[in-house]
């Protein structure tokens, strides 16, 4: 069974950092085909891909948020980081982080982590 679990600080000071971990446990983050993705969910609003990071170390952003954002990995901890730079109360939101599956011309996000509130706030 694959688990996702981030974790963060839950409150952001506007112009600051936003950094979040997403711990897997039952699979390895350089297992073929796996791209180790960031969600989130502003609130009354819906779903927004932010990035990822393949099993090749390869990244892809969104590129609205490409200026902004960066994603890494740690294999020895089996974990994968999110950092968002000059993060405004627009970015108040729920960040996921999610496995991808991309083989054979499909790509689906099969495994979810709970989620996480994050409000940028003074």
């Known amino acids: 069974q694959v688990q996702l679990q981030e974790s963060g600080p839950g409150l952001v000071k506007p112009s600051q950092t936003l950094s979040l971990t997403c711990t897997v446990s039952?699979?390895?983050?350089?297992?073929?085909?796996?791209?180790w993705t960031w969600i989130r969910q502003p609130p009354g609003k819906g779903l927004e891909w932010m990035g990822a990071?393949?099993?090749?170390?390869?990244?892809y952003y969104n590129p609205s948020l490409e200026s902004r954002t960066s994603i890494s990995k740690d294999t020895a901890k089996n974990q994968f980081t999110l950092q968002l730079n000059s993060v405004t109360p627009e970015d108040t939101a729920v960040y996921y982080c999610?496995?991808?599956?991309?083989?054979?011309?499909?790509?689906?996000?099969?495994?979810w982590g709970q989620g996480t509130q994050v409000t940028v706030s003074s």
């Open positions: 999610a496995r991808g599956l991309g083989r054979g011309g499909s790509y689906y996000h099969d495994y």
């Open positions: 039952g699979a390895s983050i350089t297992a073929n085909y796996n791209y």
């Open positions: 990071i393949a099993y090749t170390g390869y990244t």
